[in-house]
């Protein structure tokens, strides 16, 4: 095509169970003016041939086969070869409604913003959650926002998020952001070009609109215990600090974006590496007793790493694990019950397993008030861990 107002890139790695759709949806995009870049990142499945063979069916796509070498080497490969005026993403399991691009491209249109940052769906099996930033919807100088960027005040929630498939982003902000990237980066990959690519803009535009869906599936999620997560996680935070520390910002901005680097240190420790805490036993719950017979609800990200932590330190029994989406946690392996199942059960404590405080206080206001758990029974993250 020559010069497309909009880009997309799509970074894959032996996606072939989802693929299709993906690519479908994007193809089904009411927004036509577009570039499409698949990037095969050293697949060993049938991702390449799927690719080439959607290529050959719509001139606007372009495949690009590569070495793996991770998501930041090929999105940097997509980047490079994008030639649209703004650069958008979609991870190739998951998949868009036929309006998002359109919504998003109107909206720079009308505003002539740099950055368009716009909510999406989680979806766990039949249930779908909408996710959107904590910075009022409209035209913001990126100056304004950055006393909530990277957190909003309420733990954990980000001022803007950071994935880069709710953004659209101009391509002469985003492209040296990501070129920038270190490539030993293997968290974070997201927020390694967000935050950058914002301080880098004049104008972002905030929109609460959702039209991406982001499919939990199980086999992608961070389960496993990772004896390199601390190192990788310090690899992120000091990348992060050293591009604030790069740009062009008044002391009093740069000073309350280093303080709101720490929480979110803090915030990824929790999420991928609990133990570091443990003082004492589960020491940001304020300190379990040995022994105590304990509760996990959630089974997503952070219940899974309690589960998994727990299971291995043997310092307390774990009776039961207990989530709202237990059916599709079954269907996956995992042995969660549903939350009514602990009207049979003794314990002494429930401990919440998500890291946002939003969902802390729905979670405990329906186990005091549907199922009448005592409310010295709950634990999340403690005030004193929290300041």
């Given at each position: 095509m020559m010069n497309p107002h909009l880009t997309v890139i799509v970074p894959i790695y032996n996606a072939e169970q989802y693929l299709k759709q993906c690519i479908e949806s994007i193809l089904a995009q009411t927004y036509a003016d577009m570039q499409i870049i698949l990037i095969d990142d050293g697949s060993t499945d049938s991702s390449l041939a799927l690719c080439q063979s959607y290529a050959k069916q719509d001139p606007r796509i372009v495949v690009i086969h590569k070495k793996n070498g991770g998501v930041v080497s090929a999105r940097k490969e997509g980047v490079r070869a994008a030639e649209g005026k703004m650069i958008g993403f979609v991870d190739a399991d998951d998949w868009i409604e036929p309006d998002y691009f359109e919504n998003l491209m109107q909206i720079y249109q009308k505003t002539g913003a740099d950055i368009v940052a716009a909510g999406h769906f989680h979806d766990i099996g039949d249930s779908s959650k909408k996710v959107v930033n904590h910075v009022p919807v409209g035209l913001h100088e990126t100056r304004d926002i950055l006393g909530t960027l990277l957190y909003s005040g309420e733990f954990y929630e980000y001022g803007i998020t950071p994935q880069l498939y709710t953004k659209l982003i101009r391509s002469d902000v985003l492209k040296p952001a990501q070129e920038n990237v270190d490539?030993?980066?293997?968290?974070?990959?997201?927020?390694?070009?967000?935050?950058?690519?914002?301080?880098?803009?004049?104008?972002?535009?905030?929109?609460?609109?959702?039209?991406?869906?982001?499919?939990?599936?199980?086999?992608?999620?961070?389960?496993?215990?990772?004896?390199?997560?601390?190192?990788?996680?310090?690899?992120?935070?000091?990348?992060?600090?050293?591009?604030?520390?790069?740009?062009?910002?008044?002391?009093?901005?740069?000073?309350?974006?280093?303080?709101?680097?720490?929480?979110?240190?803090?915030?990824?420790?929790?999420?991928?590496?609990?133990?570091?805490?443990?003082?004492?036993?589960?020491?940001?719950?304020?300190?379990?007793?040995?022994?105590?017979?304990?509760?996990?609800?959630?089974?997503?990200?952070?219940?899974?790493?309690?589960?998994?932590?727990?299971?291995?330190?043997?310092?307390?029994?774990?009776?039961?694990?207990?989530?709202?989406?237990?059916?599709?946690?079954?269907?996956k392996g995992l042995c969660v019950n549903k939350p009514e199942w602990l009207d049979s059960q003794i314990y002494d404590y429930i401990l919440i397993g998500n890291i946002s405080y939003g969902t802390y206080v729905a979670i405990k206001t329906y186990l005091t008030e549907k199922l009448f758990v005592e409310k010295k029974k709950i634990r999340w993250f403690s005030e004193e861990f929290l300041k």
């Open positions: 490539e030993r980066i293997r968290c974070g990959e997201d927020a390694a070009v967000t935050y950058p690519s914002v301080l880098r803009a004049k104008k972002i535009y905030v929109t609460d609109f959702c039209g991406y869906h982001y499919v939990q599936h199980q086999e992608s999620m961070t389960k496993t215990e990772n004896k390199d997560e601390l190192v990788l996680i310090r690899i992120l935070i000091e990348f992060l600090e050293d591009s604030i520390r790069r740009e062009t910002l008044d002391l009093i901005s740069r000073q309350e974006l280093l303080r709101q680097l720490k929480v979110y240190h803090k915030y990824m420790l929790v999420l991928r590496g609990i133990g570091v805490f443990d003082e004492k036993i589960l020491l940001p719950f304020g300190g379990i007793p040995y022994g105590s017979k304990v509760i996990i609800y959630g089974a997503g990200g952070l219940g899974q790493k309690l589960y998994q932590y727990l299971s291995k330190s043997k310092q307390v029994e774990i009776v039961g694990w207990i989530d709202q989406n237990f059916s599709y946690y079954r269907e």
